[in-house]
């Protein structure tokens, strides 16, 4: 149970890391940047709410609530996948792509954590 909390928690931090990472490198006008902090933070608040229910689902050994779990935090391996291309687009965006391949090892092994059956 904690296994999978933690890895879920640094799949957060990894998020969190990467809007950061991606922002410092913002290449125009109509991205997410650090000129305009209010709709960074709002950015930053989207992904702590929308890793809430992973957090939550952690706590329980139940198989339905762990598939469940495992399915959404698919989605999120995917969008630490999407960045990895993306990183390419932004000028001196090695650091973004960098941070998204951490994002996705740390994600797909929170995928394979949540989905292990443990023997008691």
Known sequence: ??????????????????????AKDSPGDNVISFDEPYILMLSIGVIVFLFIPPLAMSFFD???IRIISGIYQCLIVLTFLGLIPIGFLIPNG???????????????????????????
């Open 94 to 120: 090695v650091l973004t792509i960098i941070v998204a391949i951490l994002g996705a090892a740390v994600s797909i092994s929170s995928v394979v954590v949540t989905f292990m059956i443990e023997k008691m």
């Open 1 to 22: 149970m904690l296994k999978r909390f933690f890895l879920v928690l640094l799949t957060l931090i990894m998020a969190v890391a990467s809007m950061i990472v991606a």
């Open 62 to 64: 139940n198989s339905v």
